[in-house]
Structure formats: C-alpha cells, structure tokens
C-alpha cells in the first residue's frame, strides 16, 4: 500500500524553526517527484515547493523562498521541509504529496502534520 | 499567479442529484486542471486530472470537462460519501494553484 506519514509540525513562536518530514512506503520513492502542501485554518489548499526524483531540482512558492528548504533522502525513503523564520501566517497543516507523472498532479497524500506559529 | 475561481463557493444538494461544480481561470490553462475531494480533518484525494481523466479506482459518477479557462466537475449522481469539499488546481504555469474549494452539503 502506498503510504505517506508526515512528522515533525508542532507549536513554535515567531521566529523559530522546524523541521518536517514525510516517510514513504509502498513505492519506489527515488523514482518520483514530491511536493509539499499547506493548509491555513479554514482555507484553500497552497502548493509551498517541489523536488525532483534525485534532488537536483527545487521550486518554492515566492511567500516561502528564501525561508524554506525541501529536501529528501531517498535512501531512507524519506522527504523534509527545513522551516525557518516562522511566521503567524505560516500555521498550517502541512501536507507531503507525491507527483503523479511528474506533471504536478499530486495522486498520493499524507495525513498531514500541524505547524502552529504563535507565541 | 494564475487564478482560480471556483463556483459557488458553497452548494446544498440532496442524495441522488447531479451537481456541477465550476473553475474559471484568469488566463488560459489548455486541460491542465485537476479536481481534488477533501473529507473534513482528510487529506485532498485527486479526483481528475488532465481536465477530464478519472483517477485510478474513482468512481465513474465523477466527471470533469472543459479546457482554456472554464471547466466543470460533475457528479451525475451524488452519494452520503459525496459530502466535501472539492478544489480545482491548475499545473499549466508555475507557482501551481488552487481554487478556493466549493463544499457540498447535505440538503
């Protein structure tokens, strides 16, 4: 069964820093682009960055860049968003999603961890 | 930023009606959308993509169409499961979006 289980969200102050992670199972994990996704209270789903199959390739959404790292390990089957300067507006669930054909269709989700910034 | 404006926002249906759920781009996106159904405290399930194709193991009652900038996701006949929220997402231009969801609701 192909599974994604998101970790690593909490409460933290503005400011602070975290690290999220999203293991993977029940696929070739290195042979597939991922994503990570946000969720404000009550609000529409946000796309926040990308990585290619071998983590050469990275995008970020403009409200993230430069505070944001996504990165993965593929031999522990393994992805993860480096989160730092927090702010309010970043409280969120925060969602590891896998890439369909490599054409940004996210066909698999994880539960979702909450990263609550606040002081 | 390519926009995403789904309609209505929110919609009353009862079990057995066929309901029809728009996305408007602001600019022309060919078929590159995607619909998604989202359960309360779930994670989106991908419903459609390419505009028109059915995911792997949805049920055939989920229907999308159109292409440039205005589309439909239909459900000809709704089901107690069928009770969510429903968001389109474009992936023609980076950063990829998402409309604002439209929740269905048991009338």
């Given at each position: 069964?192909?599974?994604?289980?998101?970790?690593?969200?909490?409460?933290?102050?503005?400011?602070?820093?975290?690290?999220?992670s999203?293991?993977?199972?029940?696929?070739?994990f290195?042979?597939?682009?991922?994503?990570?996704?946000?969720?404000?209270?009550?609000?529409g789903?946000?796309?926040?960055?990308?990585?290619?199959?071998?983590?050469?390739?990275?995008?970020?959404?403009?409200?993230?860049?430069?505070?944001?790292?996504?990165?993965?390990?593929?031999?522990?089957?393994?992805?993860?968003?480096?989160?730092?300067?927090?702010?309010?507006?970043?409280?969120?669930?925060?969602?590891?999603?896998?890439?369909?054909?490599?054409?940004?269709?996210?066909?698999?989700?994880?539960?979702?961890?909450?990263?609550?910034?606040?002081? | 930023?390519?926009?995403?404006?789904?309609?209505?926002?929110?919609?009353?249906?009862?079990?057995?009606?066929?309901?029809t759920?728009?996305?408007?781009?602001?600019?022309?996106?060919?078929?590159?959308?995607?619909?998604?159904?989202?359960?309360?405290?779930?994670?989106?399930?991908?419903?459609?993509?390419?505009?028109?194709?059915?995911?792997?193991?949805?049920?055939?009652?989920?229907?999308?169409?159109?292409?440039?900038?205005?589309?439909?996701?239909?459900?000809?006949?709704?089901?107690?499961?069928?009770?969510?929220?429903?968001?389109?997402?474009?992936?023609?231009?980076?950063?990829?979006t998402?409309?604002?969801?439209?929740?269905?609701?048991?009338?």
């Amino acid at each position: 069964e192909v599974q994604l289980v998101e970790s690593g969200g909490g409460l933290v102050q503005p400011g602070g820093s975290l690290r999220l992670s999203c293991a993977a199972s029940g696929f070739t994990f290195s042979s597939y682009w991922m994503h990570w996704v946000r969720q404000a209270p009550g609000k529409g789903l946000v796309w926040v960055s990308r990585i290619n199959s071998d983590g050469s390739t990275t995008n970020y959404a403009d409200s993230v860049k430069g505070r944001f790292t996504i990165s993965r390990d593929n031999a522990k089957n393994t992805l993860y968003l480096q989160m730092n300067s927090l702010r309010a507006d970043d409280t969120a669930v925060f969602y590891c999603a896998r890439d369909l054909y490599g054409d940004y269709y996210f066909d698999c989700w994880g539960q979702g961890t909450l990263v609550t910034v606040s002081s | 930023d390519i926009q995403l404006t789904q309609s209505p926002s929110f919609l009353s249906a009862s079990v057995g009606d066929r309901v029809t759920i728009t996305c408007r781009a602001s600019q022309g996106i060919s078929s590159y959308l995607a619909w998604y159904q989202q359960k309360p405290g779930k994670a989106p399930q991908l419903l459609i993509y390419a505009a028109s194709t059915l995911q792997s193991g949805v049920s055939s009652r989920f229907s999308g169409s159109g292409s440039g900038t205005e589309f439909t996701l239909t459900i000809s006949s709704l089901q107690p499961e069928d009770f969510a929220t429903y968001s389109c997402q474009q992936v023609h231009s980076y950063p990829w979006t998402f409309g604002q969801g439209t929740k269905v609701e048991i009338k």
